[in-house]
């Protein structure tokens, strides 16, 4: 507060002179500011950067087979090298559409520095994509993990592989069933064998009646030859109007709606279903469930194996379960590095008998867990269940089971069963004996007769063998880094954002997720660089 002296002057204190006295000083900004040399891009991007990563280790990889590809004449063409770059370092950075790494290549310092300026548009980025990389990008992978094991960061020896459900570009209410197709096969089979019981009845007063036509089988030339042969059976015969009405129809939509039928069944190819705007989809159960209400969403069944933190190898499955997708993914490993892998960890969603037998013809060590393991280390019910064919006490000379009060269950014979991959299980019978009248007949089984189990002696063998590698000290080490390939998953999927693919069909959609796996690898690298 200013001061008032006796003659009514005010005196300003120290404290609000120097407030009063203060500027605000901005630094200097001027826009059209000469400079002695030009900027370079080189300046600008920072010695650690992620970028550095990329160039460095796409200059190092061996792509001449990708170079060959291209034809001599004509306009000259960017250098494959630089579009693969571009791809790269866009996918690292989340940006998927060629039209927006197109954008960058403008605007992006980074992008600028990569390219050394050039600017491929981005029908150039989407052909190059789409259509150049589809048959070399997986050399191009094998050579990027081949180049990080040589520095140490990874390990091609030891495999964890896992599976997980991504969205394909397709719309999601146009669909076509495997069943539905069946069903309405079945309808036509079923209304043609009418009509011909038809013709039967008109001709029953008669003593020659026409030939059977074939109305077995459903195709569309038998089913157009059959139609014929009954119309010409009931040419110039009072027939009933709607049965007439049901020959035209038929004879107009039956055989061309086979034929439709068999290209569909064509392209489902044992599925059991189809995405019409992206036949190589199948509709799949999404993790991603904004409705949360299970909704099927057409998709494909990415598998990846990975050493800590780093992608080996990733292979696509057209289908749900993961069983089925095991010795594809191995024999693909197989094939990139020439070498087998010593080890692999995997969940129960693998540990089928096909897939153990694969893995023991090839000496891989199994840490796959099967479909109950977890239920035997946590459910103490389960686990000490007597009445559990696991449980029963076995006598291996004389080839018997004996049930929990003592009784004999003795071998009666073998049979086979087909499991949905064609994978033959060979099974032995085994039957009690008195199980009428037994105190322990209800919790023991509720079928009426003796109580007969199935046994798998293969598969039992396998399990016991997993089993003990699960809970010896390595195995539970493994267990706890099964983690880390759900987190190689989650990185991708909600850190980078990409939830959904780009491109459509088998052949792009692979390429697409080449392209993630070795940008999730390099953005790794950029993190913790090898020594």
């Known amino acids: 507060m200013a001061q008032k002296w006796g003659n009514g002057f005010k005196i300003k204190t120290m404290k609000e002179k120097d407030k009063k006295d203060k500027k605000v000083v901005f630094k200097r900004y001027v826009q059209n500011q000469a400079t002695l040399l030009p900027p370079s891009y080189e300046e600008m ?68 520095w990569l390219t050394g300026g050039a600017k491929p548009d981005h029908n150039t980025i989407s052909d190059f994509r789409s259509k150049r990389l589809k048959e070399h990008l997986k050399k191009v992978f094998g050579e990027v993990v081949m180049l990080l094991a040589e520095q140490g960061v990874l390990s091609l020896k030891e495999l964890t592989l896992d599976g997980t459900k991504i969205e394909a570009n397709a719309n999601r209410y146009t669909f076509v069933w495997g069943k539905a197709i069946k069903v309405s096969r079945e309808r036509i089979a079923t209304q043609l064998k009418e009509l011909w019981s038809y013709v039967e009845e008109v001709y029953s007063d008669e003593e020659q009646e026409p030939n059977r036509p074939e109305i077995e089988r459903i195709d569309p030339e038998t089913v157009e030859r059959t139609i014929r042969e009954i119309n010409e059976a009931l040419k110039e015969k009072e027939i009933d109007p709607k049965i007439k009405q049901k020959l035209n129809y038929a004879k107009k939509n039956w055989p061309e709606k086979l034929r439709e039928y068999e290209e569909k069944e064509k392209l489902l190819a044992g599925r ?230 780009m491109l459509r069909g088998l052949e792009k959609v692979t390429t697409e997720i080449g392209l993630i796996a070795i940008a999730h ?10 020594n």
């Not at 989809?281 to 409705?291: G, I, L, Q, V």
């Not at 019910?381 to 089971?401: A, G």
């Not at 690898?521 to 090898?530: E, F, H, I």
């Open 272 to 501: 059991k279903s189809l995405s019409k705007t992206d036949p190589d989809a199948t509709f799949m159960r999404m993790k991603e469930d904004h409705m949360k209400n299970g909704q099927l969403k057409p998709g494909y069944n990415v598998q990846a194996s990975t050493s800590g933190h780093y992608i080996l190898n990733y292979t696509l499955g057209q289908t749900t379960a993961d069983t089925s997708l095991l010795k594809d993914h191995i024999e693909d490993y197989i094939e990139s590095y020439e070498q087998t892998p010593e080890e692999l960890l995997a969940d129960a969603g693998y540990g089928s008998e096909e897939n153990y037998d694969f893995l023991e013809g090839h000496d891989i060590t199994p840490f796959v867990k099967y479909n109950y393991f977890d239920k035997e280390q946590t459910d103490k019910k389960h686990r000490e269940n007597p009445f559990n064919p696991d449980n029963l006490y076995y006598n291996q000379e004389s080839d018997t089971y004996y049930c929990p009060i003592g009784q004999q269950m003795k071998y009666i014979g073998d049979r086979q069963r087909k499991t949905a991959n064609g994978h033959i299980q060979n099974l032995r019978l085994y039957q009690a004996k008195n199980c009428e009248g037994c105190p322990m007949h209800g919790p023991c089984h509720k079928a009426a007769g003796n109580r007969i189990i199935e046994r798998n002696p293969n598969l039992i063998r396998h399990r016991k063998k997993v089993k003990q590698l699960l809970e010896s000290d390595l195995g539970v080490e493994k267990r706890r880094q099964r983690w880390k390939v759900e987190a190689v998953f989650g990185n991708i999927k909600h850190n980078k954002g990409f939830k959904r693919f």
């Open 45 to 112: 991007v920072p010695e650690k950067h992620a970028v550095r990563v990329v160039n460095e280790v796409i200059e190092r990889i061996d792509i001449s087979a990708l170079e060959r590809s291209y034809k001599g004449g004509g306009t000259s063409s960017y250098h494959p090298r630089m579009l693969l770059k571009v791809l790269v370092y866009g996918y690292l950075r989340n940006i998927y559409s060629s039209r927006k790494i197109e954008q960058a290549l403008y605007e992006n310092v980074h992008f600028m």
């Open 521 to 530: 690898n390099l953005q790794r690298l950029s993190l913790n660089p090898a």
